[in-house]
């Protein structure tokens, strides 16, 4: 497993990389992943040093690009009611799902959203990622939680144009295990704000933003059914 100080020297080695080649070429060129940043414990690098998002499909910036497009999508009021939602995501977006939502729970305090990371028992707990989540995982954790009126998923969760799970659990069968409506978020800070606010109205993709459906290129990731017996 990578260790708190392998993902710090990583770190050093990529932004000592990163000020050579920028003074050569203008661009930063070499990039770490969101995790290893988790890992070191630091905060995710400003949005200039990611050179436009040019590497999202590999994990790069995609949590910095939320929290922008959460910003962004701020800019403009919005007429919303009281209302309880839950937010399920992988342990590595966990902590700062929870800091970039502050702004949306203060701008509209009427409501109230519980966030719960979910720990990968199928494939290891070293696996953080909501790309690799399990519908028997999201289920287990989340059975006899304050979930809300609404649970609210990433796109990333479900295998790509589907809504089953990658342990073939279908979005239907988790909303009747957990007796709640779940609505699929897609990967853009604009309908993170949207679902937090109207979760009963469709999720819109919008072209050209957001973060790419296929973050960590999970979608699709198949398992075999004998790994569940």
């Known amino acids: 497993p990578v260790t708190k100080e392998d993902a710090l020297d990583v770190i050093r080695r990529v932004e000592r990389w990163q000020k050579e080649i920028f003074e050569e070429t203008g661009s930063h060129f070499v990039h770490a992943s969101d995790e290893f940043y988790h890992l070191a414990g630091l905060d995710m690098p400003e949005e200039a040093r990611y050179d436009g998002y040019i590497q999202l499909e590999n994990g790069v910036g995609m949590l910095r690009l939320l929290e922008t497009e959460i910003k962004e999508a701020l800019k403009e009021k919005e007429e919303t009611e009281k209302g309880e939602v839950s937010i399920a995501t992988g342990r590595l977006a966990f902590p700062y799902i929870q800091e970039y939502i502050k702004p949306i729970l203060e701008r509209y305090p009427g409501r109230q959203v519980h966030i719960y990371p979910i720990t990968n028992d199928f494939f290891g707990e070293m696996i953080t990622v909501s790309g690799l989540i399990t519908g028997r995982d999201l289920i287990g954790q989340l059975k006899g939680r304050a979930l809300g009126d609404w ?43 949207s679902a937090i606010l109207h979760p009963e109205q469709e999720p819109q993709a919008e072209e050209g933003s957001g973060l790419p459906g296929a973050a960590y290129g999970y979608e699709g990731y198949e398992l075999d059914s004998e790994d569940f017996k």
């Open 151 to 193: 649970l609210l998923l990433p796109v990333n969760m479900f295998r790509s144009g589907e809504e089953i799970f990658l342990d073939d659990v279908t979005l239907q069968e988790a909303e009747k295990a957990l007796q709640v409506r779940i609505r699929i978020v897609q990967s853009s800070g604009r309908d993170l704000v």
